[in-house]
C-alpha cells in the first residue's frame, strides 16, 4: 500500500521540518507541504528536510489540501492512501502507524485522530471544543455517525477522497470530509491521538476574530453539506 501525506502549512518556518522529520519513513511514500502563501522560510525549510513543496497562493487550508490533491492525482502511481497532518506540531507524525493499523485491521475507508482523549492540557482552545461538540453531535443525530473530533490527522482511501469530491477551501475542509463519509455510508473510524501545543501562533485561534471566523465556517459547512 503506498501512502502519501499532506501537509498544509503558513509561516510554520520554526516547525515543519520537526514535522517532516517525525513522520514514519516505513510507512509514508512522500511527504507534500504545500505552502499556502507564507512570508517566512517554510518553503525553504520543508524541502531542506526532504519533502515535495507546492504553493497555493489562495489562502485557506481547504485551499492548500486540495493542492495536494491535485498534484497526487497527475501522478502516473497515485497513492492508495492519503494521509493529513498539520505543519504546526501539534501532532505527533508517529501516531500515523497506529491509524494505518487500524485500517487494515479494519479494511476502512477513513480513520480520524481523536484529540479529545490523550491531548495535553490546553492544546485544545475553548473554542476547538464548543464547535467540535456541536458538529459531531448534529452529525450523530442526522448520520447516526457518532465522532468526538474533527482534528487533523486522517488517513482516507484516495478512492473514498475521489468519492467525496471534496470542495470546501477554508476550516470546514475537515466537517466536510466526515459529512461527506457518513451520506457515501463509508467504513469510518476513531482512535485516540497524541495532541500538544502548537509551535508558534495559532492563525486561527490566536485571535478572537480568527476564532469566531473558524467556528462559523464550520457551521456553515456542516449545513451546506447536510441538504
Request: one cysteine or more; aromatic letters at 8%.
Amino acid at each position: 500500500m503506498n501512502m502519501d501525506v499532506i501537509i498544509p502549512a503558513l509561516n510554520e518556518e520554526a516547525s515543519i521540518s520537526k514535522v517532516i522529520h517525525d513522520v514514519p519513513g516505513n510507512l509514508v511514500r512522500n511527504i507534500v507541504v504545500v505552502d499556502n502563501g507564507s512570508s517566512d522560510n517554510t518553503s525553504a525549510n520543508a524541502e531542506a528536510a526532504g519533502a515535495i513543496v507546492l504553493r497555493e497562493d489562495q489562502k485557506g487550508y481547504g485551499a492548500a489540501c486540495l493542492k495536494g490533491l491535485t498534484h497526487l492525482d497527475a501522478l502516473e502511481n497515485p497513492p492508495d492512501r492519503v494521509a493529513f497532518i498539520d505543519g504546526d506540531y501539534s501532532d505527533y507524525p508517529g501516531d500515523l502507524i497506529e491509524l494505518s493499523q487500524l485500517m487494515d485491521s479494519k479494511n476502512l475507508d477513513l480513520v480520524l485522530g481523536e484529540r479529545r482523549t490523550l491531548s495535553d492540557r490546553g492544546a485544545l482552545t475553548p473554542q476547538q471544543k464548543v464547535g467540535n461538540f456541536i458538529a459531531t453531535q448534529a452529525l450523530w443525530l442526522i448520520y447516526g455517525y457518532r465522532f468526538r473530533d474533527l482534528g487533523p490527522m486522517r488517513i482516507i482511501t484516495f478512492d473514498a477522497l475521489q468519492r467525496m469530491k471534496m470542495t470546501d477551501t477554508n476550516y470546514g475542509w475537515t466537517v466536510e470530509m466526515q459529512i461527506k463519509a457518513a451520506k457515501h455510508k463509508m467504513a469510518v473510524a476513531e482512535i485516540p491521538v497524541r495532541y500538544r501545543e502548537r509551535i508558534g501562533v495559532s492563525k486561527v485561534s490566536g485571535t478572537i476574530k480568527g476564532s469566531f471566523l473558524a467556528g462559523y465556517k464550520i457551521l456553515f459547512t456542516f449545513f451546506k453539506y447536510s441538504k
